[in-house]
T-cell receptor, first 114, second 116 residues
């Protein structure tokens, strides 16, 4: 069972346009992370959001954690070809004895057309 | 330079022929894990290790084994590979972000395995 669903699965837009990617779950997470993965590489952490309703900005990227800590969104303003990649959200679950587990979303493959 | 190194990067093998994918990290992280990545399914955890000699099953452990005899190495073993194990595999290490209870994962470059 996939705990985190991302939408859309694929997105192809023109350079300069805005876009939003969604990450939804029925589970509550202690925090949520967004990673970007480029071809031939492993995912690289972009941001971690911790508090319900939290908004973080990373240049043209805006990340928001839902108030109930079950969902998140990634908004990109004026997309650039360098934004092309696979975007993965990952929810952090706290297990027994303080251990934590990352559960990854299904991924959104973004292509920015010059 | 902080690194997670996997080998090999690419492997084509036949059904039933035992193989090992190695993973080594130089960041002195206690936590290591293996994931497989398949289209439309994201990353699914196979096994993880909290520390030396401590390993546990992830979400999709069937057909895989791991060992953690030393801190820096965490090999993934397929005793009898089958075609449904054709996938892109990632090793990852994790550390606690300073002052917070969050786990930042550092990934290797991946191993693309094809079982025919």
């Amino acid at each position: 069972t996939q705990l985190l669903e991302q939408s859309p699965q694929f997105l192809s837009i023109q350079e300069g346009e805005n876009l939003t990617v969604y990450c939804n779950s029925s589970s509550v997470f202690s925090s949520l992370q967004w990673y970007r993965q480029e071809p031939g590489e492993g995912p690289v952490l972009l941001v971690t959001v911790v508090t319900g309703g939290e908004v973080k900005k990373l240049k043209r990227l805006t990340f928001q954690f839902g108030d109930a800590r079950k969902d998140s969104s990634l908004h990109i303003t004026a997309a650039q070809p360098g934004d092309t990649g696979l975007y993965l959200c990952a929810g952090v679950l706290v297990l027994n004895f303080g251990n934590e587990k990352l559960t990854f979303g299904t991924g959104t493959r973004l292509t920015i057309i010059p | 330079e902080a690194q997670v190194t996997q080998n090999p990067r690419y492997l084509i093998t036949v059904t039933g022929k035992k193989l090992t994918v190695t993973c080594s990290q130089n960041m002195n992280h206690e936590y290591m894990s293996w994931y497989r990545q398949d289209p439309g399914l994201g990353l699914r955890q196979i096994y993880y290790s909290m520390n030396v000699e401590v390993t546990d099953k992830g979400d999709v452990p069937e057909g895989y084994k791991v060992s953690r005899k030393e801190k820096r190495n965490f090999p993934l073993i397929l005793e009898s590979p089958s075609p449904n194990q054709t996938s892109l595999y990632f090793c990852a290490t994790s550390r606690k972000l300073q002052g917070k209870r969050n786990t930042e994962a550092f990934f290797g470059q991946g191993t693309r395995l094809t079982v025919v």
